[in-house]
């Protein structure tokens, strides 16, 4: 053991690559067997089918086919299941885009310009552009595992309570005044999305809030739920109130679409590094996939030249939070790997599995098995490589799907829904509570309050109260313990700044017109 | 492993959930859901149409049901994919035990029938503990506890307590330990007690699972010690997140389980003082360079009297058969004779206590008047309870 330890020690240091790239390719080796590949095939397609039906998600879809690997050696066992991991996010995309109902949390801000693109007749162009910019955020998530896993590992045990709330902080600050109508009606969504999310246990005190006695509202209200009625159910009734027809399907088919937004896609490179980053860092912290996705968002809006017209079907605004919600997505694994911390719910199952293989995850993972790692790192090059392949030949078929007439599909997409919603907690009062978000979400569209802000408050909501309440209570209070080192006071002060920044533009704008008016007069 | 394979199970994953004639729990939960719907008025359950439809396919399976059942009544099976809840989010201690033996039994096919794992968390488990509790008589569903069966009615006021359901077995005992950094000055636990006892007043951090559940009723009974000085208890959503918190020293101690904090001693990280067990832990193979699990000091010997264990035991539906509890006890020896099993008891240091019957009835009542008494001292009880 001790031997084994002095091994791994120089590439904690030095960072010699030369190590790692001769073990990742015994990781190939391991990797690229016929069953190893055939089992990646039928993960990503298993994956890809749990991705589109919401409600089922990654994490369930892993646990319930979990049992079926036992039988298989450990490191094929894993293969297939990040397999189904990486299908089930390229998955997420495709209803999101299509239909504007999320399969995952980090795949609404996809619906936010992938819908839009999809009603004007270019559903080809985003799905193209969603499934482009997971597999380059994946891609690049997995060389920062290979290279530095051991380095960047280190870097999630910085974070505790205060800094964890200083990232949820830059994510709600990263949103205000972005929507499209005015900042208050921004906060009043995220406030009613805050006061959805605080139903259920506190757990700080260990006692249950605005439940009123009733046991279904134990859990709180669940954020799938939410999702699946504020956008799917709220979508479809909007599309019923203009005339019980789909706007994008009038859409031409275009078999070299593919070709065609590959075209395009390098122009938004910038956009691409900036998710990528924000990705991998959210994804080792552990914040995880969906802040990534939604700070991404909203970052790319604020510094894109067309910020303006995000919302509307800019193709940035599918590039952004896909590319992060992979990034992170995929080094979520990281800090399960080197730490034994799961950085997804998701992550947390597969972390189940490794006991159950006899795998002990933790800081001694890389060193006492080391086929085990690299196999799994090479199939993540792999399983991403064979998922975008097959994600891609079915871009004409999903596109397709928006030609069948609004009255087939909409009846289906209700069923699904519903299914969706009931297998979240295998409960009926569930699918009525999907009702209940869909009339609201139909109501919020009417009125010009934007959903997102309220989507973020609940899914972030109360991590980011929890965070703040342990600061607290380990600062005894003091409320300076968010400057209280370097790394906090930095996030800290970037929200704050992003916080301000629509205030700033406010006067600028206030300024501008108070000059041209006066030289008018 | 083909595709085949793989639909054939997802098929019939599905399939378990339709109600079949020989099935008889359904057909019971059927009638009973159907009167409840039809004595409620406006009740969301079930249309007064189909469940007026689902009375008389029940009355007529339940027939059949009958005659089945004076059949075969000596030994009895499940009938139907066995659902496993876990009172618990993914990644706790509880989820890690329950889809380890999910694994188990599949593997070595142990249950002709699948097992299905689902997390039912909300609430710090009351989710999962009122769902067998309604479940009346259902012999198909099974639910693994940890202390949250005491805790959560009492810090919650939610209705539901150990007597509402049947006890089935004790599989073993979960140990907790007080851990502190690597890094730490403190070697004993001694040394931690004077550190905190000659401190100011809480400013020793304890980073813990939940809120009001065990690893806060071990801090405050600690805290009798540490009198007149008190610590700060730092609630986390689970016991992996709190193990790293202690290595990246945002709290100053933990109690963390032995399976969540075992890595991170393995690798230098983290630093066991005391194990709350009136006797050191019996095994004795080394874990880290040095030490083994029975290296460890118990607290009592460390001059910190406090002891405290974690029951994860089986429990099911209230009024279930006895052949069908018996039916439990034998798959869960089954299981416990694996070596799979032996090597999970093993890294995770559990005391390896098996009791059913009466015996682990009684283990229940005396540890559930244990957590009334330690909770009321602690201020910790829900208003009412």
Same mark, same amino acid.
């Given at each position: 053991m001790p031997k084994a330890r002095d091994k791994c020690r120089p590439r904690i240091i030095g960072g010699m690559p030369v190590e790692e790239i001769s073990s990742l390719m015994q990781g190939f080796a391991i990797a690229l067997t016929p069953y190893n590949l055939m089992l990646m095939f039928i993960g990503i397609l298993l994956g890809v089918i749990i991705g589109v039906l919401p409600g089922l998600g990654g994490a369930n879809g892993v646990a319930i086919l979990l049992p079926l690997t036992f039988t298989m050696p450990p490191t094929s066992a894993i293969i297939m299941l990040s397999c189904i991991y990486w299908g089930a996010l390229f998955g997420g995309a495709i209803t999101s885009i299509? &239909?504007?109902?999320? =399969?995952?949390?980090?795949s609404v801000a996809t619906t936010f310009d992938g819908h839009p693109m999809a009603q004007k007749g270019r559903a080809d162009e985003a799905l193209t552009a969603a499934f482009t910019s997971s597999f380059v955020g994946a891609l690049v998530a997995v060389i920062l595992i290979t290279f530095l896993a051991p380095l960047v590992a280190? &870097?999630?045990? %910085?974070?505790g309570p205060a800094e964890f709330f200083a990232v949820f902080f830059l994510t709600f600050a990263s949103f205000i005044g972005m929507g499209k109508g005015t900042p208050f009606k921004v906060i009043a969504s995220m406030c009613l999305g805050f006061a959805l999310g605080a139903v259920g246990l506190d757990k700080m005190t260990g006692t249950l809030r605005m439940t009123f006695g009733h046991e279904e509202l134990l859990s709180g209200f669940d954020f799938l739920i939410a999702v699946i009625g504020l956008f799917g159910i709220g979508e479809i009734l909007l599309s019923m109130e203009s005339g019980l027809k789909f706007s994008g399907s009038h859409a031409k088919l275009q078999f070299n679409a593919v070709l065609l937004t590959w075209k395009k896609l390098p122009r938004y490179w910038a956009t691409s590094v900036r998710s990528c980053i924000i990705g991998c860092w959210m994804g080792i912290t552990p914040g995880g996939a969906t802040p990534a996705s939604f700070m991404s968002y909203g970052l790319a809006k604020r510094f894109s030249k067309n910020g303006a017209n &995000? =919302? %509307? =079907?800019? /193709?940035e605004g599918v590039i952004a939070p896909e590319t992060a919600a992979h990034a992170a997505g995929t080094s979520a694994l990281l800090p399960m790997l080197a730490l034994g911390i799961p950085g997804s719910p998701t992550a947390a199952v597969l972390l189940g599995g490794l006991m159950i293989w006899g795998l002990q995850p933790g800081p001694m993972l890389f060193v006492e098995q080391k086929d085990f790692v690299w196999g799994l790192i090479a199939s993540m090059y792999l399983g991403n490589i064979v998922g975008l392949i097959v994600v891609l030949t079915c871009v004409p078929l999903f596109a397709a799907i928006l030609r069948v007439p609004f009255s087939i599909i909409a009846p289906v997409i209700l069923v699904i829904c519903a299914i969706g919603a009931f297998t979240v907690h295998n409960s009926m009062f569930d699918v009525w509570l999907m009702m209940m978000f869909g009339v609201m979400g139909y109501l919020f569209q009417k009125l010009g309050y934007p959903l997102p802000p309220l989507v973020l408050a609940i899914v972030l909501g109360d991590k980011a109260e929890e965070g703040f309440r342990q600061a607290l209570l380990g600062s005894q209070g003091s409320i300076a313990v968010f400057w209280s080192n370097p790394l906090v006071a930095t996030i800290m002060g970037l929200g704050v700044l992003l916080l301000l920044m629509p205030v700033f533009s406010w006067f600028k704008e206030r300024n501008a017109v108070g000059k041209t008016a006066s030289a008018n007069s | 492993m083909s595709c085949h394979l793989l639909v054939a199970s997802i098929v019939s994953h599905y399939r378990s959930s339709e109600p079949t004639t020989t099935d008889k729990s359904h057909v019971r939960k059927g009638l009973k859901r159907a009167t409840a719907a039809e004595g409620k008025v406006g009740s969301m359950k079930m249309h007064p149409v189909v469940s007026r439809a689902f009375a008389i396919a029940a009355a007529a399976a339940v027939t059949s049901a009958m005659t089945l059942t004076t059949a075969s009544a000596q030994a009895w099976e499940p009938a139907k994919p066995v659902t496993f809840v876990i009172p618990a989010g993914t990644g706790g201690g509880a989820d890690q035990m329950a889809r380890f033996i999910q694994g188990v039994i599949t593997k070595n096919n142990l249950m002709k029938q699948p097992m299905i794992v689902v997390n039912k968390a909300g609430g710090a488990g009351a989710e999962g503990f009122l769902e067998v509790k309604k479940g009346n008589a259902d012999p198909h569903t099974i639910i693994i506890t940890l202390s949250n069966l005491f805790t959560t009615p009492l810090a919650t006021g939610v209705p539901f307590s150990w007597k509402d359901m049947t006890p089935v077995a004790m599989l073993a005992l979960d140990q907790f330990v007080l851990w502190v950094n690597s890094e730490s000055p403190h070697k004993t636990a001694k040394e931690f007690i004077t550190a905190i006892k000659d =401190?100011?007043? %809480?400013?020793s951090k304890m980073g813990g699972t939940g809120s009001k559940q065990e690893d806060q009723i071990i801090t405050v009974a600690m805290e009798r010690v540490t009198a007149p000085k008190k610590m700060t208890y730092v609630p986390y959503a689970g016991g992996g997140a709190v193990a790293t918190q202690l290595v990246g020293k945002h709290v100053d101690s933990t109690v963390n389980n032995p399976i969540e904090a075992v890595s991170q001693w393995k690798a230098g990280a983290l630093r066991p003082l005391? /194990? &709350? $067990? $009136?006797k050191r832990s019996t095994y004795t193979e080394k874990v880290t360079k040095d030490q083994a699990w029975s290296d460890i000091p118990t607290c009592k010997e460390s001059g910190v009297d406090v002891q405290y264990q974690m029951l994860r035991g089986i429990f099911m539906s209230p009024g279930v058969k006895p052949e069908q509890v018996a039916y439990y006890v034998d798959l869960f020896k089954k299981v416990m004779a694996t070596p799979e099993w032996k090597k999970f008891m093993e890294d995770g240091a559990f005391n390896q206590t098996f009791m059913v019957g009466d015996d682990f009835k009684k283990w229940v009542e005396t540890n559930a008047k244990t957590h009334y008494d330690l909770m009321k001292e602690a201020n910790f009880l829900a208003p009412g309870q």
């Open positions: 299509l &239909f504007n109902i999320p =399969g995952e949390p980090w280190k &870097f999630a045990l %910085k974070f &995000f =919302g %509307k =079907g800019e /193709i | =401190g100011a007043d %809480k400013t005391c /194990i &709350f $067990d $009136d």
